[in-house]
């Protein structure tokens, strides 16, 4: 999952994309790039390769209130320039970054653009150039992208500018996080809270299907049919955004040294608390874990729970192999699954199971279309994250938050850490 930011306000806004996509760099890329107005007009500069080679070849007076930037991890088309995003459509009514997948591209490319030059090999430039028709027609920007959103299948978080409105960015997604952050100094969108580069004070996740724009001191969201909807925005906690090395020369490093504290602040947090509650000798059964005021199990929640699977994939899934074992040894039917086999093998399913899904980031797409695949089966659901404004805690009846602090390193540095925790000598 790549990286989108955008911002509106009263900043230089191409300042603002290129600290806000370094920060989204740890997320993996092949490309950059960003649209910005000047003189009333989206210019636009994408580049295969880094943050740092698109802004090296940037002029470095390039001043704006406005702009989308975007990193790639392509998935239609190679990674080169053509294809680095933003996108603009024919005849350069649009300029949209976006994130994710759209499915049913080619359908949409044979029934609207048949007398489209398309430019790269894009699914995403496919819809900018949609959205560019629809809008032709209606001549309304949110009913253009409500219409839009009816027709997208797949997943999607889209940042858009429009040629004739240099006062706003237009936004809707589906399925792949998006957030607005809201600062003294304008609002910014990120897919990330990190794209904030910590001058947000206060947050909104946008929801699947909604639809919005933001200005230098505006947020408004409609429904997907462009109905105008109330929303609250919250306050961030304090260093939920931050993402400070601390003085190591790389976070991979900063987070290693990291571990043994994270690991008393897991276990503060569950088993000082819960040791108080619950008596391990007398009854080793996860039902117990109800009583506690953190966990806010609703009653009966773990009544009848027979089997448990467990659900993640890469390091996660490591973690989760260590998990099936703690529950076999406490006389659970358990079992782990990598969430991309999950997905795709046929599977018999009873209602007496319960899932348990590891994601560090919450946004491991196989993972997420796992958590669908058993929420359509109707069992139960729980995710064990460190991001508490990602996906997964939206999609699960409860989530086990991992207090880790922020985690920049794509290398793993935490999932993987097992206490023996002395509850389960007991057994
Ligand atoms: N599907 C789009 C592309 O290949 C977006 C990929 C992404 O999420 O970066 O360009």
Redesign the pocket.
């Known amino acids: 999952?790549?990286g989108i930011v955008g911002y509106v306000g009263n900043k230089n806004a191409v300042d603002v994309m290129h600290g806000g996509l370094l920060k989204l760099e740890y997320r993996g890329y092949d490309s950059a790039g960003i649209s910005y107005f000047d003189k009333a007009k989206i210019c636009t500069r994408k580049s295969a390769g880094t943050v740092e080679n698109l802004f090296d070849h940037i002029e470095k007076n390039l001043c704006s209130n406005i702009a989308i930037g975007h990193t790639?991890?392509?998935?239609?088309?190679k990674a080169n320039d053509q294809?680095s995003?933003p996108h603009v459509s024919e005849k350069g009514k649009v300029s949209l970054v976006?994130?994710?997948?759209i499915e049913n591209y080619l359908d949409l490319k044979n029934e609207f653009l048949s007398g489209t030059q398309l430019k790269s090999e894009?699914?995403?430039e496919v819809v900018a150039n949609v959205l560019e028709k629809i809008l032709i027609e209606t001549n309304d920007k949110i009913i253009a992208i409500s219409k839009l959103v009816k027709l997208l299948k797949g997943s999607y978080a889209l940042a858009i500018l429009f040629d004739d409105d240099d006062k706003n960015i237009y936004f809707t997604k589906n399925i792949s996080p998006l957030m607005i952050g809201s600062s003294e100094n304008g609002n910014y969108i990120s897919s990330d809270i990190l794209g904030f580069c910590e001058e947000a004070t206060k947050y909104l996740e946008v929801k699947n299907l909604q639809i919005g724009k933001i200005s230098a001191k505006n947020i408004e969201i409609f429904d997907k049919n462009g109905k105008k909807i109330d929303f609250l925005l919250k306050f961030f906690s304090k260093n939920q955004n931050s993402s400070d090395k601390e003085g190591y020369p790389h976070f991979m490093l900063k987070e290693i040294n990291e571990v043994p504290k994270v690991i008393k602040n897991a276990c503060n947090l569950y088993l000082t608390e819960l040791a108080n509650l619950i008596d391990f000798d007398q009854k080793n059964n996860i039902s117990n874990f109800e009583v506690s005021p953190f966990l806010k199990f609703k009653n009966g929640y773990f009544d009848n729970i027979k089997k448990i699977k467990l659900i993640a994939c890469g390091t996660s899934y490591h973690a989760s192999k260590v998990g099936e074992l703690l529950f076999k040894s406490i006389g659970y039917d358990a079992n782990s699954e990598i969430a991309s086999e999950f997905i795709y093998s046929p599977q018999v399913f009873s209602r007496d199971t319960l899932c348990i899904f590891i994601s560090q980031s919450g946004e491991t797409a196989d993972t997420l279309t796992a958590i669908n695949i058993a929420k359509k089966h109707k069992l139960k659901t729980i995710g064990i994250t460190n991001v508490e404004t990602s996906t997964i805690t939206k999609l699960c009846d409860y989530i086990l938050p991992l207090v880790c602090g922020a985690e920049i390193a794509v290398a793993s540095t935490k999932a993987y850490n097992f206490v023996y925790y002395k509850c389960l000598q007991h057994t």
């Open positions: 999952m790549c790639r991890w392509a998935t239609h088309g294809n995003h976006h994130n994710g997948i894009t699914d995403t």
